[in-house]
């Protein structure tokens, strides 16, 4: 079984980027099958465009742009790529970082998908980061990461306590369907919870209140689908719930101090 060290991805790397804490490459997949291998650092695999499926030795994930995985040290896994164009992000973590900052790593086990909206516009970030590459970029990723692992010790803390079946069942409500125009009501008959109910204990689970998640979802979305130049900013704004193209970008600069435009253009021009 290949034992990949530092910076080493299979396929087409287009960047780079060694930190004091940690590698960051730009990779393109070219491999249709990687078989078993590990990776001599934990990391981070963020699609950016395309298809992937990856499975371990736990589950199988069917990967799309603007996915997020988490690979623990030496967890071994492999890869099957669709046809067609497939890249991805990663970020490697030294272990020495961890010991350094006394961080825990109680929600790091195994590799695993990350769910939260919050984690996946903190790489949106992490990747615009990374292709400004200034003096300030250590810095700025250093903080960024330090900002995902607190979210997702977060997570991890939530889900220990929560036995809730509501929060899994409204969960998956929101994501299967970013576009659609819930109302209180329809989701808390849904769930089975009175209004009040929902509205008061939505942001003991979520960490934000109820408008605010499905905003980050529709930001999410949007992320996903601006690699795709066949759709214009109108179409992604339609397919993502917002009512015209100037809310969606009212929006979307919100979370990624960037238009949707801009972005779309850095994403083409670090290919």
């Known amino acids: 079984m290949d034992n990949l060290k530092t910076g080493r991805f299979f396929g087409q790397t287009n960047s780079t980027i060694h930190l004091d804490f940690a590698t960051i490459t730009d990779t393109e997949y070219t491999h249709d099958k990687v078989d078993w291998h590990y990776h001599e650092n934990a990391y981070f695999t963020f699609i950016l465009d395309g298809k992937v499926i990856e499975g371990n030795k736990k589950e199988v994930y069917n990967c799309s742009a603007g996915s997020l995985l988490f690979h623990n ?26 010991s350094r900052h006394q961080l825990q790593r109680t929600a790091l086990q ?60 409204l969960r998956a409500m929101l994501n299967d369907d970013v576009a659609h125009k819930f109302t209180l009501d329809e989701l808390a008959k849904e769930v089975q919870l009175h209004p009040a109910h929902l509205s008061r204990d939505f942001a003991k689970h979520f960490n934000c209140n109820l408008g605010e998640y499905i905003r980050k979802l529709r930001i999410q979305k949007a992320f996903s689908l601006l690699p795709d130049n066949r759709l214009s900013l109108t179409n992604v704004a339609l397919v993502c719930g917002f009512a015209d193209q100037s809310h969606f970008i009212r929006a979307f600069k919100s979370y990624a101090d960037t238009n949707p435009l801009a972005y779309r253009k850095l994403l083409m021009r670090a290919c």
């Open 110 to 169: 195994g590799s695993f998908a990350v769910n939260n909206p919050d984690v996946k516009l903190l790489f949106y970030q992490l990747f615009r980061e990374t292709k400004v590459n200034d003096d300030l970029t250590m810095l700025s990723t250093e903080s960024l990461l330090l900002q995902v692992l607190a979210q997702m010790q977060g997570d991890s803390t939530r889900a220990a306590v929560n036995t809730l079946g509501w929060v899994n069942k």
């Open 73 to 98: 040290w030496q967890d071994p896994h492999y890869n099957i790529k669709p046809k067609g164009y497939t890249r991805g992000f990663h970020i490697e973590l030294y272990e020495d970082w961890f």
